[in-house]
């Protein structure tokens, strides 16, 4: 049976790991918040961005651009947002499974591009082609993102990819995370407008104008081709924020739930020890009584 002193230390402990816990949950929180912020204003931005390019999608359609010159059987890049603590398991390991079991038997014609630590040794250990990784802060900026920005815009270029997916994991409440994948690469509208539909955002309805009211300069095909790098740019760093935000989201509740379990630790803790005390006490005053009787008795 453990000593009071061993209970008293056990609690000690577990206060102190508390004050810990909190304070992490406090960081994570402040951090959720600030991410949060950049999520809703990233998301009006997309909003206006994707209206613009609808209200206009009858002379510049996006969808199917260059068609003819890609091979639909060609090699493939697969863009994977996870996360740099093992705090995320569960709804990363979901993305991870997926990318596994689907393309297992065609790994030979595959690139993936990681974003996170965490992931990037399974990936490697287990033979698949990662041409590249990066590592950002919890507070990191857009500029982080331009090796991504860059092997993107020269894959396209070179004609290198027949398709570029991305997976991340879409922060809709708290407790509400969603892994979704968005097919970059090339662009069609069904799935992207099913993507909108899972994201929960709804362009407004234009009609379509009567007269041709549109200059384009220099050309259409040139425009076109920006506000490809242009879309695939914005929905890719949309995805880094959504991730980020549902890290720190879990980090929150991670932190969270082992400060109110270590609570429970506690009294669990302090019932045993009360038990031990009482049972210290009641065995001290029986041999009192028991050597007070002893005395009485060779007295007589």
Partial sequence: MSSTRQLRTQIKSLKSLQKILKALEVVSTIKLQKMKRKTEL?????????????????????FDFDKRNRDPLGRRLIILVSTDKWLCW??????????????????????IFVIGKKWLEFFVRDWWSVVWSLQLHDNFNEQELIPL??????????????KI??????????????????????????????FLQDID???????????NALSI??????LIQKLIQETIKYIA??????????????????????????????KNISIKYNKVRQAKITQEISEIGNAKAAIEQNQK
Wanted: aromatic content about 14%.
């Fill in 42 to 62: 990233l998301r009006d931005f997309l909003i206006d961005f994707l209206n613009v390019l609808h209200s206009v999608e009858w002379e510049i359609n996006l």
């Fill in 90 to 111: 569960p709804i990363t390991s979901k993305l991870t499974k997926h990318l596994s079991t689907k393309y297992a038997e065609r790994k030979d014609n595959l690139d």
């Fill in 149 to 162: 920005y860059t092997y993107i815009k020269k894959s396209l270029e070179q004609k290198k990819y027949s």
């Fill in 165 to 194: 997916k991305i997976y991340f994991n879409y922060f809709k409440t708290t407790m509400i995370q969603v892994p979704l994948r968005f097919k970059l690469f090339p662009l069609d509208k069904e799935s992207f407008d099913s």
């Fill in 201 to 211: 955002i709804k362009l407004e309805k234009i009609k379509k104008p009567q007269i």
């Fill in 217 to 222: 300069e220099p050309s259409k095909w040139l």
């Fill in 237 to 266: 760093y949309s995805a880094v924020i959504q991730n980020k935000t549902w890290e720190h989201a879990s980090r929150m509740l991670a932190m969270k739930n082992a400060k109110d379990n270590s609570w429970e630790i506690i």
